[in-house]
């Protein structure tokens, strides 16, 4: 893969609000692709916990940044898609890089914005309602994990390999994903 390929695959993993892991998917998520809604000023942050926000004053930035201490990952940046609710950071490994994003959706489900519902597979995460979606924006070595916040708002984590493949990008989701989802609210 040439540095630019690289490049534009980032920017495009940028401009997707991703997902946490699932284990034990078991069956496909219904539904007809959906365009991302476009983030705007007034879109929700997650500061001010209340019904509509279950997050409170968890900050996305500082909770990747918890997820991955000691990992050798970079601090993390909010996203310029979706400042208020997405972070990334990128390690380099050899020639490979590993991104992983975290967005904090409060409002909208684990079943919304699902680009191709055919690679998108509902199961759990340490026995919270979650869907994994392979290749979220069509490009190998990407996945990503909804999981579910109730009562309706997602937490997603997402992996983009440089790259490696799709299965590795899931497996390193979902070990993510299993490791924040006892950081969420109940």
Same mark, same amino acid.
């Given at each position: 893969?040439?540095?630019?390929?690289?490049?534009?695959?980032?920017?495009?993993?940028?401009?997707?609000?991703?997902?946490?892991?699932?284990?034990?998917?078991?069956?496909? /998520?219904?539904?007809?692709?959906?365009?991302?809604?476009?983030? !705007?000023?007034?879109?929700?942050?997650?500061?001010?916990?209340?019904?509509?926000?279950?997050?409170?004053?968890?900050?996305?930035?500082?909770?990747?940044?918890?997820?991955?201490?000691g990992q050798g990952y970079p601090?993390?940046?909010?996203?310029?898609?979706?400042?208020?609710? !997405?972070?990334?950071?990128?390690?380099?490994?050899?020639?490979?890089?590993?991104?992983?994003?975290?967005?904090?959706?409060?409002?909208?489900? #684990?079943?919304?914005? #699902?680009?191709?519902?055919?690679?998108?597979?509902?199961?759990? /995460?340490?026995?919270?309602?979650?869907?994994?979606?392979?290749? *979220?924006?069509?490009?190998?070595?990407?996945?990503?994990?909804?999981?579910?916040?109730? *009562?309706?708002?997602?937490? #997603?984590?997402?992996?983009?390999?440089?790259?490696?493949?799709?299965?590795? =990008?899931? !497996?390193?989701?979902?070990?993510? =994903?299993?490791?924040?989802?006892?950081?969420?609210?109940?």
């Amino acid at each position: 893969m040439t540095r630019s390929s690289f490049g534009r695959r980032a920017a495009l993993t940028s401009l997707v609000l991703l997902t946490l892991v699932v284990s034990a998917c078991d069956s496909k /998520v219904g539904g007809t692709p959906q365009a991302a809604d476009t983030p !705007t000023s007034s879109a929700p942050t997650t500061s001010g916990g209340n019904s509509n926000n279950p997050f409170g004053d968890m900050k996305p930035c500082a909770t990747l940044d918890e997820l991955l201490r000691g990992q050798g990952y970079p601090a993390s940046i909010p996203t310029a898609a979706d400042s208020a609710r !997405t972070c990334t950071t990128v390690k380099k490994v050899g020639d490979d890089s590993i991104r992983v994003s975290l967005s904090l959706h409060a409002g909208q489900t #684990i079943n919304e914005n #699902i680009a191709d519902p055919s690679k998108a597979s509902s199961g759990t /995460v340490n026995d919270r309602a979650a869907v994994q979606e392979r290749e *979220p924006i069509g490009a190998k070595g990407q996945c990503d994990v909804k999981m579910e916040v109730k *009562p309706k708002s997602r937490a #997603i984590v997402a992996v983009t390999l440089g790259v490696g493949t799709t299965d590795q =990008a899931c !497996t390193d989701v979902n070990d993510f =994903a299993t490791k924040f989802e006892p950081m969420l609210p109940k």
